[in-house]
């Protein structure tokens, strides 16, 4: 069974800092492309961050200069380093993989597999 775990999240208060970790696990499985998404109450699930496998990055404009998004092949894990953390950018993050393609993917049609989300809360 091919997982995604997601770990890191938790309650921060206003421009604090978080990494959030996502570690994928499976028979034969290889990560390609990437991402992270988050859905705050209300809202519809939205892309945040992706990296290629070759490490190219792609960032929503409300993240750019304060999150930064990496990643571990030997591990398969990819990372979100959270910083200048606001209450907006409280929600549920998802990791997610497309597995069979390296291109970038704003969908999440796009995306294969899953995880179940780690909570982030931001505190004024």
């Known amino acids: 069974q091919v997982q995604l775990v997601e770990s890191g999240g938790g309650l921060v208060q206003a421009g604090g800092s978080l990494r959030l970790s996502c570690a994928a696990s499976?028979?034969?499985?290889?990560?390609?492309?990437m991402g992270w998404f988050r859905q705050a109450p209300g809202k519809k699930r939205e892309f945040v961050s992706g990296?290629?496998?070759?490490?190219?990055?792609y960032d929503t404009d409300s993240v750019k200069g304060r999150f930064a998004i990496s990643r571990d092949n030997a591990k398969n894990t990819v990372y979100l380093q959270m910083n200048s953390l606001k209450p907006e950018d409280t929600a549920v993050y998802y990791c997610?993989?497309?597995?069979?393609?390296?291109?970038?993917?704003?969908?999440?049609?796009?995306?294969?597999?899953w995880g179940q989300g780690t909570r982030v809360t931001v505190s004024s």
């Open positions: 499976g028979r034969t499985f290889s990560p390609y492309f």
């Open positions: 997610a993989s497309r597995t069979s393609s390296d291109a970038f993917g704003w969908s999440e049609r796009d995306y294969a597999y």
């Open positions: 990296i290629s496998r070759s490490g190219g990055t």
